[in-house]
Each structure stands twice: as structure tokens, then as C-alpha cells.
């Protein structure tokens, strides 16, 4: 593949049909696997979101995830209380408050630094 550059495929799996007329899917299995290095690729997945998701102007909002019914009525009340977000503005951290934790955590930018501070308040 590496010689060959751009213009080479790697090859894929034959799928089988089975007797019902559905093609057989592969599943995974961890056979091993060390707790040391689970946690840091775990880690390592989590570091490249909030990367991702963050900007320097970025405010991360809390709530307990029974505060609202959805996700977006948090966002309503952003936008209500404190002022109008850059584009759609809204980034969900957590989905639907569904984590470990039980808290729904957004991530938003402000359109004014005046805005900002507010909800650093």
C-alpha cells in the first residue's frame, strides 16, 4: 500500500449473506486490556473533545440534569437570561445529562464580552 501511494486500497472483508438474506456483521471483542492504559486512552479521547468543542471564548454551563426537559430549553434560558450566542453557539458537553454525573454541561459563546462576563458571574 505505502509504495503504491494515493492510488492503492486497502482491501475490504468479504461480507457473507446468511440464509436469511442479511449480510453477516462483525463484532469486537477486548480480550485483555491493562486499566492503566483504558484510563489514559480514555483520557487522551476526552483531551481532543474539549479541544475540539472549546474556544478561548467558550463559557461551560452546569445543571443537574433534572433542571430541564431537554437540552434546548437550557439553551432558551442562555439566551433569556444573559444574551445572544455567536451562530448557533450551543455545544453540548454531556448528551441530555445521561453521564456518570447527572449533570447537563453546555458549552456557549457570547457575541459581547460584556455578555461573557455575565455568565462567568
Do not use: W
Amino acid at each position: 500500500v505505502v509504495t503504491r501511494g494515493l492510488n492503492a486500497r486497502v482491501p475490504a472483508p468479504i461480507r457473507k449473506i446468511d440464509k436469511e438474506g442479511n449480510r453477516e456483521s462483525f463484532t469486537t471483542r477486548v480480550l485483555f486490556e491493562m486499566p492503566a492504559i483504558a484510563a489514559y486512552n480514555q483520557s487522551k479521547q476526552v483531551t481532543l473533545f474539549i479541544q475540539t468543542t472549546l474556544s478561548r471564548k467558550s463559557v461551560v454551563s452546569e445543571f443537574p440534569s433534572t433542571t430541564f426537559n431537554t437540552r434546548i430549553d437550557a439553551c432558551k434560558l442562555i439566551l433569556e437570561q444573559i444574551g445572544p450566542v455567536v451562530g448557533n453557539g450551543f455545544n453540548p458537553i454531556s448528551l441530555r445529562g445521561s453521564g456518570a454525573s447527572g449533570k447537563l454541561i453546555i458549552s456557549t459563546e457570547f457575541r459581547d464580552t460584556l455578555h461573557t462576563a455575565k455568565a462567568i458571574q
